[in-house]
Nanobody, 126 residues
């Protein structure tokens, strides 16, 4: 599976951005998908995830109620809608895939994901 994230940019605090992750391969629907981010000088951290079937979604406490993850298995894409952005959301955002991933413990584990895309920069100005 090859992943390509897009949609990052510069936005003012309180604004919105929509990130997309396009995946190659016919087995996209069998992969749980996650979004992670890494700010300068910090470790990569979990942001949001969705199970392979799309029935379960998970969020970190810092983004819950502001971000929404969704997927379209027919189009091999996963989307992260980010609203009410804050300067502390500034980071490089990465999408990742885990074969058969469906649980929070599996999909929030940075070291457990099978595939990673190149990141997209999100900058939120105050």
């Amino acid at each position: 599976v090859q992943l390509q994230a897009s949609g990052g940019g510069l936005v003012q605090a309180g604004g919105s951005l929509r990130l997309s992750c396009a995946a190659s391969g016919r087995t996209f629907g069998s992969y749980g998908m996650g979004w992670f981010r890494q700010a300068p000088g910090k470790e990569r951290e979990f942001v949001a995830a969705i199970s392979w079937g799309g029935g379960r979604t998970y969020y970190s406490d810092s983004v819950k109620d502001r971000f929404t993850i969704s997927r379209d298995n027919a189009k091999n894409t996963v989307t992260l809608q980010m609203n009410s952005l804050k300067p502390e959301d500034t980071a490089v955002y990465y999408c990742a895939a885990k074969n058969g991933g469906s649980s929070y413990l599996t999909l929030s584990n940075v070291n457990g994901m099978d595939y990673w895309g190149k990141g997209t920069q999100v900058t939120v100005s105050s």
